[in-house]
């Protein structure tokens, strides 16, 4: 009996991020900081990334009528590294996140808010650009007009890389939570101009506060909504 299309679908996610596992073991084997700044010789993060996810045990069960298929047995490596357990991560954490909306979407409605800064050159540009944005936006969120106005947020970190200039882009998606009346309540309504304005105060405070080291955020700051 042939495989169902739904279930090589399935098949074919896990696929395409083993055939990205690979691509950071060749670009991560033999490390230094990956390799726990030496002490780990043999580049067991790399054979456990190697390993992940070549053994995937479903079970084709029956769900309100219909056939799933449902994962009861695997070898993942819970690499923060690996693009196979990321996968799953985000899979799961998407799962959590909509059934948590379900809750509350009688009561509220949701924004999509990005939260970004300049690009980082270098890998401790990087670094230093995460933790501005994660304080830079605890900082926003306790502004009186953003308190006022936004319920609850959601944070969730994503960074592109750009062949073109091999800088890293690093910015925070949110997921906003805020009154069914928002868009016609005057009184907390937060303008696209002022939004950015705060998140651009935001940043700098939070630069200033870090030190020279984090001057190359203090540039320009976007916000999409």
Known sequence: MGVSTQFENILKKYEVHKIQSYKVIRLLKGNYVFNDLGKNKYDER?????????????????????????????NFCR?????????????????????GIKQIEDKYRFLHVVLTIPNATYDYELVEGVKILYKGSSRLMRYKEIERAFKGVLRCLEISFNYDNNTFHPHLHCLIAVNKSYFNDTRVYVKYEKLRELWTEAVRATVRNRGPEAAFADTQHLLQV
């Open 79 to 99: 690499q923060r590294v690996c693009p196979m357990c990321q996968f799953r991560k985000s899979e799961k954490m998407f799962a959590e996140m909509i059934q």
């Open 46 to 74: 790399c054979r456990a990334i190697e390993d992940c996810g070549t053994f995937l045990k479903f079970a084709k069960t029956q769900q309100e009528g219909e056939t799933v298929y449902r994962l009861r047995a695997s």
